[in-house]
């Protein structure tokens, strides 16, 4: 049971490049999540699904896109890199809330994106 | 909106005595979760402990304990017998129960002093 995994763990693109994170998890889990950590700023959510091939938008979407195809993998893409997508990426995935206080968040070990 | 805030950036504690993280929150919601996670310098978030907004009772997991109350919107996390394996980041955060999205506070920075 490896958790929640994220692919790649670094990685260095020059402005106006595109790239695509992914996140999986083998729990089962209905809900993932993708969240940017920035110095003093806590984690913020960019876009979350709620199940297999759906998507919606968290605090700080612009810029990004996601995909759900698969209901243990989660995509961010990123189609035009700026510098201010420089960040440490954070993906996670809980059960749907309708399994009653199944609330908690399970992160995956962070993606470290520059953006030169 | 919900608000999350940690007043402490940084806290410091030596080591095998007890701390306490601070973290308000403003909700007009009656029934939520609150949440501390943890981040040592490897970066990976480590759920420390949950409370749900109906329990009276605090949570507690062996060695850390909240201190939940309600009408102050407060929710402290205390350490008791502070290791060195304590020092990280610990974010506190909320999430509504019939809505998925967790609102982080922007973290305090704990060193353990040996």
């Known amino acids: 049971n490896a958790g929640v995994t994220q692919t790649p763990k670094f990685r260095v693109l020059k402005t106006g490049q595109s790239m695509t994170l992914l996140c999986a998890q083998d729990m089962n889990h209905e809900y993932m999540y993708w969240y940017r950590q920035d110095p003093g700023m806590g984690l913020r959510l960019i876009h979350y699904?709620?199940?297999?091939?759906?998507?919606a938008k968290g605090e700080v979407p612009d810029g990004y896109n996601v995909s759900r195809l698969k209901k243990q993998n989660f995509l961010l893409g990123l189609e035009s890199a700026a510098p201010s997508q420089t960040s440490v990426y954070f993906c996670?995935?809980?059960?749907?809330?309708?399994?009653?206080?199944?609330?908690?968040?399970?992160f995956g070990p962070g993606t470290r994106l520059l953006v030169l | 909106a919900q608000t999350v805030t940690q007043s402490q950036p940084e806290m410091s504690v030596q080591e095998a005595e007890t701390v306490t993280l601070s973290c308000t929150y403003d909700?007009?919601?009656?029934?939520?979760?609150l949440f501390w996670y943890k981040q040592p310098p490897s970066r990976q978030m480590i759920l420390v402990i949950r409370q749900e907004a109906y329990k009276q009772q605090n949570a507690t997991e062996n060695r850390f304990s909240v201190n939940f109350q309600k009408a102050a919107k407060s929710f402290s996390l205390k350490i008791s017998d502070s290791q060195l394996g304590d020092a990280a980041m610990y974010f506190c955060?909320?999430?509504?129960?019939?809505?998925?999205?967790?609102?982080f506070g922007p973290g305090t920075s704990l060193s353990v002093i040996p």
């Open positions: 699904s709620v199940g297999e091939g759906t998507t």
């Open positions: 955060a909320y999430r509504r129960s019939s809505y998925d999205k967790v609102i």
């Open positions: 996670a995935s809980s059960y749907s809330i309708l399994a009653g206080s199944q609330e908690t968040q399970y």
């Open positions: 909700t007009s919601e009656s029934d939520y979760y």
